[in-house]
Nanobody
Framework: QVRLVESGGGLVQPGGSLRLSCADS????????MGWYRQAPGKQRESVAI???????YYADSVKGRFTITRDNAKNTMYLQMNSLKPEDTAVYFCYVSGRAGQYWGQGTQVTVSS
């Protein structure tokens, strides 16, 4: 069974940095797409960073230049490096992977940016 396990969330001051991790179970097979999404209170889930089939990386305008998505295939783990964090980045962050068998989501991790 495919599982995605997230870690790295927490409380950080404005201007600080966090790195989120998303480890998969290693049995997804060929990955079609991967990415990070977030959902703030009262808002719908929005895309943050996506690597679709074809390899081009897309970032939301609100995070462009501050966030970076990467993957370590040897560790079956993808990351979201978040720099220069702002209070409006506060949300629950979810990782996402699409493979041959379907689409998979992490459990979510809370990121709170506050002084």
């Amino acid at each position: 069974q495919v599982r995605l396990v997230e870690s790295g969330g927490g409380l950080v001051q404005p201007g600080g940095s966090l790195r989120l991790s998303c480890a998969d179970s290693g049995n997804i097979g060929s990955i079609y797409a991967m990415g990070w999404y977030r959902q703030a209170p009262g808002k719908q889930r929005e895309s943050v960073a996506i690597v679709p089939s074809g390899g081009s990386t897309y970032y939301a305008d609100s995070v462009k230049g501050r966030f970076t998505i990467t993957r370590d295939n040897a560790k079956n783990t993808m990351y979201l490096q978040m720099n220069s964090l702002k209070p409006e980045d506060t949300a629950v962050y979810f990782c996402y992977v699409s493979g041959r068998a379907g689409q998979y989501w992490g459990q979510g991790t809370q990121v709170t940016v506050s002084s």
